[in-house]
């Protein structure tokens, strides 16, 4: 899956600029370089947030929580995602009855 597939980067309301621009104005920094440098990232991982070639993956979300002190909540509200949940993947989170649910319909090939 290439960025451009990201499903929260074709989310209408995303906008990573308005959650970058609040961090900056909230911490008093000049601008994307002094964000860089106070998250301990590279400078192009600004640039490809905002220009949104790659999408805010969770570590990133955690280290702008840490930096910021404004919590995970109000980042993902000022970067306009509007997910209810946020998963790393389908089968991680759930009971473990539907997990068994899940394998057994997957085909687990004959037993004896």
Known sequence: MTSTEHPLLNQESYDPNRMLDGVIEKMGLKNDAALSRVMEVAPPVISKVRHRRLPVGASLLIRLHEVSGLSIAEL????????????ASDTYGRPPSAQMTNMGSQGMG???
């Open 76 to 87: 993902r509200q000022l970067m306009g995602d509007r997910r209810q949940k946020f998963r």
């Open 110 to 112: 004959n037993q004896a």
